[in-house]
């Protein structure tokens, strides 16, 4: 990832202050190695947008049906906390995407990112629930 590009997309999370940012990462991927070569930022409409992202569907469902740029993964801030995965992002349903960025601005000073690859533990399961239809 090139040093502007770190840069600019840092720079758009502290506009969004104190809420957190979000969006999605576009680039290649070759045998695991990845290239992050653009972001588009997405609104985070969480009611609870200082510790919670929620993307505006309307912004991102036509990003993620647009099959002429490839999606690496998504990207958050943590406004202040570190660039670790929460729990709520373990839980997180953007696991289909390969990468998962977290940019910490809980050191005003020292913004940075970290890249994860968050993996699905658990099979999803389901029970067979009986009814009666008379
Ligand atoms: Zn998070």
Partial sequence: MRKELLNSLIKNSCEKLPAESCGFLLGNIQSRCYEVLSFIPVPNISKQSQTHFTM?????????????????????SHPTAAAEPSSLDTSTLWHTFPLYGIISLQNADRPHMQFYEIKKAAPISFNKLSFESD
């Fill in 56 to 76: 505006d569907p309307a912004v991102s469902i036509p990003i993620l049906t647009n099959a002429t740029h490839s999606i690496l993964g998504i990207y958050h």
